[in-house]
């Protein structure tokens, strides 16, 4: 069987008789291999497809891929959807929840399919989400390619404000939960105090510089995380009323706001290339059943499953903004999963503030020379940096109102509007599917991101302009 996956490398002085041309159709060794059997007949040489070509110190397997995709997409916002179905209501929660994890879904595996081909053209191995749009410009339309820079730059924008927005929902969310485990046992101080005491160790958290060094820091989130939603539906399950208590559907006014929270809620879409990267065998990542939808599906579950239980146990007590914050206060397992998960999002801070510290860092070290200034520059880019998130969440202690508006404003950007506008300029002017269905199609999801980009933002803002209006 011949499939168009990959290109066979043949050396030179190769055979280029009509006997090649059918030894290389009978032979098992061209299973899984694409080759142009007239360029075959002619002797030319050919290069691997680029993606079979990466050169991978520690390649990651399928499953290894899973739990990455699953920790990269399960955060602060799993535990916010109760809030986003108080904006919505129960049913349009329910299947509005499930739709926006199908179309966010939909643009990773856009993203993905871009990269291949531009891969391709470029012949690089692997790109990540700021080359894939860069490449994208330079190869496609004549009169896109003059913007290339401009659009990577507007990514790496986008990319930081998405990730610092991250770590500020972060740090209030750990100072709110244990404002509350404090205040019931001990004392009640305001929670700008317990932002004030988390800056130092969040500054010096992130002065370690690798990844590898927080791998075990980040296995003992991942179990605490798990073990606190665990616990957090043991409560939510327990005493059910009936769906008559709450609101079908909400207002239309408060839906921008769920808008905002579902989407931050799936913000796994900065992690999708590089998890494939490093995929030993990136072939398995697409797929009906492959990685991502596997990994998805789980994802889109877990956020429904809380939003509809949550909403349904609370009502429109869900308006703080994390399920955790809403378990009972005078039980000590209670008391437990507001410790555990403010600890494990603590420790998974640094891995958020990876992103947008590699964004800037190149463009700072640009301005020193020798390794002294720029160890020196290095920690004061650190420091300003988390010192930046520490401001904004001083500023914005109100944790739904801060969620709605990262997701709003950023997270629907590089989520619903770059991934389709990328797969159009990519795959113009005639790879766009019978009567240009795809291009029809990349224009809906754009304008259903515009819209909730613009009048989200808006409406998070006057919530936290105005809280109470």
């Not at 360029?39 to 520690?58: I, Q, W, Y």
Request: net charge neutral; aromatic share 12%; proline share 5%.
């Amino acid at each position: 069987m011949i499939r168009k996956e990959s290109k066979l490398l043949l050396p030179k002085g190769a055979r280029s008789d009509k006997d090649e041309k059918q030894r290389l159709l009978e032979s098992d060794a061209v299973d899984n291999v694409s080759v142009d059997l007239e360029n075959v007949a002619s002797g030319e040489d050919f290069s691997e497809d680029p993606m079979f070509n990466r050169k991978l110190e520690h390649p990651t397997s399928n499953f290894d891929t899973m739990i990455h995709l699953l920790k990269g997409n399960i955060g602060t916002g799993i535990l916010a959807m109760p809030d986003a179905f108080r904006n919505a209501g129960w049913v349009v929660g329910l299947f509005g929840t499930m739709l926006m994890g199908f179309v966010c879904t939909h643009c990773m595996h856009m993203l993905v399919a871009c990269s291949h081909e531009l891969c391709r053209r470029t012949q690089k191995p692997s790109m990540n989400f700021p080359e894939v749009v860069e490449n994208a410009f330079k190869t496609g339309p004549e009169a896109m390619q003059r913007f290339s820079k401009i659009a990577r730059t507007l990514i790496n924008i986008f990319l930081c404000i998405t990730q610092l927005g991250f770590c500020c929902v972060y740090f209030v969310f750990v100072s709110a939960n244990l404002h509350d485990v404090v205040k019931h046992y001990f004392f009640d101080i305001s929670v700008h105090w317990y932002l004030l005491m988390l800056l130092v160790p969040m500054i010096l958290l992130n002065f370690v510089k690798s990844l590898k060094y927080l791998t075990p820091a980040s296995l003992f989130a991942s179990i605490l995380t798990c073990s606190g939603l665990i616990i957090t539906f043991f409560y939510m399950l327990q005493d059910l009323p009936n769906t008559s208590t709450v609101k079908a559907f909400s207002t239309w006014s408060q839906l921008p706001l769920y808008f905002g929270t579902a989407i931050y809620a799936f913000e796994g879409i900065g992690v999708v290339l590089p998890l494939e990267n490093n995929m030993k065998s990136p072939q398995d990542f697409g797929g009906w059943t492959g990685v991502l939808n596997t990994g998805m599906v789980i994802v889109a579950t877990l956020y429904t499953a809380v939003g509809f239980f949550g909403y349904l146990k609370y009502g429109d007590q869900a308006v703080l903004g994390s399920v955790t914050l809403l378990l009972p206060p005078n039980e000590l397992l209670a008391q437990s999963v507001r410790l555990t998960m403010a600890v494990a999002i603590f420790l998974s801070y640094s891995l958020q503030f990876y992103v947008p510290f590699n964004i800037v860092w190149p463009w700072v070290k640009a301005h020193f020379h020798s390794e002294h200034s720029k160890r020196l520059a290095e920690h004061a880019t650190r420091t300003i940096l988390v010192f930046v998130t520490f401001a904004l969440a001083i500023a914005i202690p109100n944790l739904g109102a801060v969620i709605s508006l990262v997701g709003a404003f950023s997270s629907s950007a590089l989520a619903l509007i770059f991934p389709p506008l990328i797969e159009i300029i990519t795959f113009w002017p005639d790879k766009l599917g019978k009567n240009n269905w795809i291009l029809w199609k990349d224009i809906a999801i754009v304008l259903f991101g515009c819209i909730g980009f613009i009048v989200g933002s808006y409406v998070s803002l006057l919530n936290i302009l105005h809280p109470d209006v």
